[in-house]
């Protein structure tokens, strides 16, 4: 069977899964809670759609892979590709590596770093490894059911014109495509050799905290870092499959560190400047089960406001984020669903909340 990276779904009932970062133990009672059986199948005919993010920073991503891989394979299951599957398979080296993805690609150093930051984690086996690699190589890259829309990030229609343009190829191929076509933007620019000298000029001092380049940096990386911004801002901003798997990104007001890494581009809230017509579901965006306000960069409120974790999004609210953290640990799992035919947004420890597009929550 040929495959389809934008997959066109019938009329059966699906149930949606938010970003998992290796948990699981509850991705398991997630699942439990709603039905299905060990094999991703469920005995109403319900089907599975997991919008990626399966892996990294979590205690088992391998585990989670193989939970997957059987429900995808036993045909109860979809999984798309997010940009930390996305990371696995890039045929840039300079993009494989993120915080806590040691579990895969990391040293016994890079091990130790990640054990430091996320906790103990269980590592990949040789025998896994291929079978990881090509799954992340044939997922879709986005859902279209006759109720929503299901997306890792961002919906974006020229992204996914140009995804559709490249037909069934491996995602290996298309995300090499949209790496080129994002180089070939900062050679109009003049920034295709200055920008990746930059980038790895500045590599190992951004994942160092006390870096703190929101207190002042010295002249020379300044000038490092006037070559840098522009050059992320063009490499997300240019290159399809980023777009639709981490989401539009636009200059910072200050350096931030976030996701153990300084950043100098923000996250924006796609879902108010270029609003959807039709409902969508999409994760990626750490969004607070319960909101805590933080200094000096509360990301949650620029992108979320006041709204609470059930309520529908943007102008005629129809976009529902269902990626969710707890802000005082970041490390606690706090997996959702959501079942679109019912209207319901359930989470792994039980608790569950009316939500339906159009409405506030």
Known sequence: MERSTIL???????????????????????LDLMGY??????????????????????????????????????????????NHEQALIDPDPNER?????????????????????????VRVQASQR???????????????????RVVHACWDPPSLEFVRSLGPAPNREIIAAANARAVEHLRKEGLHERFPAAKAALEG?????????????????????????????????????????????????????????WRFLERVAWWREHPVDRPTIFG???????????????????????????????????????DYRWPRDWSKAALAAYRPDRGELIFHDGERLDSRWGERG
Not at 97 to 121: H, I, L, T
Not at 213 to 241: A, F, K, M, S
Request: glycine content about 12%.
């Open 97 to 121: 590596q993120k915080a806590g993805n040691a579990w895969f690609f990391g040293d016994e150093s890079g091990c130790s770093k990640d054990e430091e930051d996320f906790g103990p984690f």
């Open 284 to 322: 990626h965006y750490w969004r607070q089960r319960e909101h805590l306000h933080m200094a000096p960069y509360d990301e949650h409120a620029r992108l979320f406001d006041e709204t609470g974790p059930g309520e529908w999004l943007g102008p005629g609210r129809l976009a529902l984020c269902i």
């Open 205 to 261: 001092r951004r994942r160092v905290h006390e870096w703190a380049p929101d207190r002042g940096v010295t002249v020379e990386e300044q000038w490092l870092i006037d070559d840098l911004v522009p050059g992320e801002h063009i490499e997300q901003r240019e290159n399809p499959v980023r777009v639709l798997t981490s989401g539009p990104e636009w200059p910072a007001r200050m350096p931030m560190w976030l996701g153990k890494k």
């Open 37 to 82: 059986a060990e094999d991703g199948t469920h005995p109403e005919g319900r089907r599975l759609v997991f919008l990626g993010d399966l892996c990294d920073r979590g205690p088992n991503s391998p585990g989670v892979f193989e939970l997957v891989m059987r429900a995808v394979e036993a045909g109860g299951a979809i999984c798309l590709l997010g």
């Open 8 to 30: 066109q779904l019938g009329p059966e009932p699906i149930d949606i899964v938010g970003d998992v970062h290796g948990h699981v133990g509850p991705l398991g009672r997630l």
């Open 130 to 148: 291929e079978r990881i690699e090509t799954f992340c190589d044939s997922l879709p890259l986005a859902v279209e059911h006759p109720q929503v």
